[in-house]
């Protein structure tokens, strides 16, 4: 069965600080990883990665795929209130019809 | 630009009813999905249509009908609404040339 397991489930941290977010899977025909953030409303799309050791940049965030070790990472630097949000990892599968199987999500929330 | 929408956004129905939920997209995307998310559950894929007339079974179908007459739309029916169909519905929408997926704001539904 095909799996994606995230981690942290949560966590609070302080404005400022960095964090990271982990994602591994277990999956058969693996093609390409995404990350979504879903504040209290739907997911939108931050990166797709398929490729391993290639960074994927966005202002203060970033993410990087190991495809040995099978697991990705999405890093937040110089977090803000308005990173809180649950952070989403899904993993398409190759001949799956654009399927994506997701984890169930870290719950990031940053203080002042 | 509309994209993807949703309607109702909430509705509150009883043990027995018919529902049926819409999904609207204005991409001209081959791929919709029908999800739901509840705690503990992330997403999980109720069903998918790859084209109009061709839809398939996701991970959770029991319950759920599905119509594709039109590429733009796709309806989800719950033919004899159960309490354990209270959840937040997503739709979501891909044009299949990659992976990302774009989702419609969402259905708060809860069967009484």
């Known amino acids: 069965e095909d799996k994606v397991v995230q981690s942290p489930l949560s966590l609070v941290v302080h404005e400022g600080d960095t964090v990271t977010l982990n994602c591994s899977y277990e999956?058969?025909?693996?093609?390409?990883l995404l990350w979504y953030k879903q504040e209290k409303k739907a997911p939108t799309f931050l990166f797709m990665l398929?490729?391993?050791?290639i960074e994927k940049k966005s202002g203060r965030l970033s993410s990087i795929l190991d495809k040995k070790e099978l697991f990705s990472i999405l890093n937040i630097t110089a977090t803000q209130t308005g990173d809180s949000a649950v952070y989403l990892c899904a993993v398409s599968l190759t001949g799956t019809a654009s399927k994506l199987t997701f984890g169930t999500g870290t719950r990031l929330q940053v203080t002042l | 630009d509309a994209g993807i929408t949703q309607s109702p956004r909430y509705k509150i129905t009883e043990t027995g009813r018919q529902v049926t939920l819409m999904c609207h997209q204005t991409w001209s995307h081959s791929y919709m999905f029908w999800y739901r998310q509840d705690l503990g559950h992330g997403l999980r894929l109720i069903y998918y249509?790859?084209?109009?007339?061709?839809?398939d079974k996701g991970e959770v179908p029991d319950g759920y009908v599905v119509s594709r007459s039109k590429t733009e739309n796709f309806p989800l029916t719950l033919e004899s609404a159960t309490r354990s169909q209270t959840s937040v519905y997503f739709c979501?929408?891909?044009?299949?040339?990659?992976?990302?997926?774009?989702f419609g704001p969402g259905t708060r539904l809860l069967v009484l």
């Open positions: 398929t490729s391993s050791g």
């Open positions: 249509s790859a084209a109009a007339d061709i839809t």
């Open positions: 979501a929408s891909t044009g299949g040339w990659d992976e990302t997926q774009y």
């Open positions: 999956v058969t025909n693996f093609r390409s």
